[in-house]
């Protein structure tokens, strides 16, 4: 059974304090995993797709990493504005062909001012 | 800005009522989906639609019914629901189901969402 767990599960930051969020995954047949972004009461905003080990994307502060492991969404000099909740979730092979997502339970970031 | 656009945004219903939820998409994908989520848990997966055809059922109960009148609609008829049913329900949209080798994963597009309150 695929499995995803994401930590911490809430980080409480200060302005410019640049930290991580990890996400490690059991899967069998990894697609891609992806990075969304969620602020309260809205659907999750798509950040990132990583497909194979060793892979790295960036946005603006944020920059995405993957190993065959886990992945981390690093977050650089944090503003208020990245408040949200950041949901990772992996797309495996599935027996059927289908890829649906597993989602982790998200990590609360808040970033004070 | 998210290119799935869902209406009603805010739909509170009684327990004898019927609606609809509905969502829209242009972006020329081919598989659509609905998700609902509770407060603080992760969305979990209802439906997937796939060239129009349902493919995916996670056991949902009969009072959610889907429906895909073309390739950019869907609509969720809601019917005698309970109140527990009440949550965020997401619709959400990919290029394909079944990925290939060009395309290894799909990308899944989410709408703003449709809060329900059941009551």
């Known amino acids: 059974e695929d499995q995803v767990t994401q930590s911490p599960e809430a980080l409480r930051l200060q302005e410019g304090e640049s930290s991580s969020l990890n996400c490690s995954y059991t899967v069998s047949g990894l697609r891609g995993l992806f990075w969304y972004r969620q602020d309260p009461g809205k659907g999750p905003e798509f950040l990132f797709t990583?497909?194979?080990a060793g892979e790295e994307k960036e946005k603006e502060r944020l920059k995405a990493t993957l190993t065959k492991k886990e992945s981390f969404l690093h977050i650089t000099a944090p503003k208020p504005e990245d408040s949200a909740t950041y949901l990772c979730?992996?797309?495996?092979?599935?027996?059927?062909?289908?890829?649906?997502?597993?989602f982790g339970k998200g990590t609360m970031l808040l970033v004070s001012p | 800005d998210t290119e799935v656009t869902q209406t009603p945004k805010h739909l509170v219903m009684g327990m004898t009522n019927k609606k609809s939820l509905k969502c829209e998409q242009h972006m020329g994908h081919r598989a659509m989906y609905w998700y609902k989520q509770k407060a603080k848990k992760p969305p979990e997966l209802m439906f997937v639609?796939?060239?129009?055809?349902?493919?995916i059922n996670e056991s949902v109960p009969s009072r959610f019914s889907p429906e895909c009148p073309n390739s950019s609609l869907l609509n969720l008829h809601l019917h005698a629901l309970q109140p527990e049913d009440s949550a965020l329900y997401l619709c959400a949209s990919s290029q394909d189901l079944i990925p290939n080798w060009r395309r290894p994963g799909n990308t899944i597009y989410f709408g703003e969402g449709s809060w329900l309150t059941v009551v």
């Open positions: 979730a992996v797309q495996a092979g599935g027996d059927s062909g289908y890829s649906t997502l597993t």
């Open positions: 990583l497909y194979s």
């Open positions: 639609y796939s060239y129009e055809k349902l493919s």
